[in-house]
T-cell receptor, first 111, second 113 residues
């Protein structure tokens, strides 16, 4: 069964607005990762947050992790049309050497 | 650096035919993975390998076999293709250490008629 579940399934915003995506998971984790997938391409790693971290930034990306609620959020600030893509969270569960991916959030940023 | 390269990019098969998908990485990664991506299902792990000569089953291994004879290559085989195996297949690789991201190829789009 899927470990991570993203919410919402789809998000449509205007350029310049912020986009927030959420991820919930079920078991204890070593880390949680966010990936982007442009149409017709493979996944690209965006950011990794470890279980002992609460917030992490990378450029216009901000990720938070709440292990007590088993949830994470990805915030993209000042969105651009080029941010249009699907975004996936993936959990690295304790004791496993594999990632489990959620079903993704499709983000559409209109000019 | 090419990263992760998947061959072929597209393929159409008839039911019952066999084929092998090739994944090659030039990053000296120990771990390699095969996923399938279907609409509304996200990525599901088929098989993975934690080193040369080793393989392990993932979430959806039935109907697939894999081999890792060389560290840089990971092969995914379909012995008798079925329409249910129509999907986009992604290969990924990563370092062995904890807290490492996975690097993905651009996928193989496979249709089984």
């Amino acid at each position: 069964s899927q470990q991570g579940e993203e919410d919402p399934q789809a998000l449509s915003i205007q350029e310049g607005e912020n986009a927030t995506m959420n991820c919930s998971y079920k078991t204890s984790i070593n880390n949680l990762q966010w990936y982007r997938q442009n149409s017709g391409r493979g996944l690209v790693h965006l950011i990794l947050i470890r279980s002992n971290e609460r917030e992490k930034h990378s450029g216009r990306l901000r990720v938070t992790l709440d292990t007590s609620k088993k949830s994470s959020s990805l915030l993209i600030t000042a969105s651009r049309a080029a941010d249009t893509a699907s975004y996936f969270c993936a959990t690295d569960a304790t004791g496993y050497s594999t990632l489990t991916f959620g079903k993704g959030t499709m983000l559409l940023v209109s000019p | 650096n090419a990263g992760v390269t998947q061959t072929p990019k597209f393929r159409v098969l008839k039911t019952g035919q066999s084929m092998t998908l090739l994944c090659a990485q030039d990053m000296n990664h120990e771990y390699m993975y095969w996923y399938r991506q279907d609409p509304g299902m996200g990525l599901r792990l088929i098989h993975y390998s934690v080193g040369e000569g080793t393989t392990a089953k993932g979430e959806v291994p039935d109907g697939y076999n894999v081999s890792r004879l060389k560290k840089q290559n990971f092969l995914l085989g379909l012995e008798s293709a079925a329409p249910s195996q129509t999907s986009v297949y992604f290969c990924a690789s990563s370092y062995r250490q904890n807290n490492q991201p996975q690097h993905f190829g651009d996928g193989t789009r496979l249709s089984i008629l």
